[in-house]
Nanobody, 115 residues
Framework: QVDLVESGGGSVQPGGSLRLSCAAN????????MAWSRQAPGKQRELVAS???????TYADSVKGRFTISRDAAANTIYLRMDSLKPEDTATYYC?????????WGQGTQVTVFS
């Protein structure tokens, strides 16, 4: 059983920062890749950032330069540092992990950016 548990969401004003955490119940290097995605009301889920087992990072154009994905193997946790937040970043953020062709998802954490 693979469990991913997100935390760290909340409400923040534009320009503010948040750090999301995603804790796995096992060794994160068992995943071929891990990622953060988000889904706003009425919109499709979009990939925000990913990190593969080799450490390669990818970001959506909309968050490049503002968001940083990282991992702590000892803690079996990945993070998403979000700076310079904008109202359009408001969404439920999901952590995911891929093992071969199977994807595992967390329950999501809400991020709200408001004026």
């Amino acid at each position: 059983q693979v469990d991913l548990v997100e935390s760290g969401g909340g409400s923040v004003q534009p320009g503010g920062s948040l750090r999301l955490s995603c804790a796995a119940n096992g060794n994160i290097f068992e995943f071929n890749a891990m990622a953060w995605s988000r889904q706003a009301p009425g919109k499709q889920r979009e990939l925000v950032a990913s990190i593969n087992v080799g450490g390669k990072l990818t970001y959506a154009d909309s968050v490049k330069g503002r968001f940083t994905i990282s991992r702590d193997a000892a803690a079996n946790t990945i993070y998403l540092r979000m700076d310079s937040l904008k109202p359009e970043d408001t969404a439920t953020y999901y952590c995911s992990g891929q093992i071969l062709t199977r994807f595992y998802w967390g329950q999501g954490t809400q991020v709200t950016v408001f004026s």
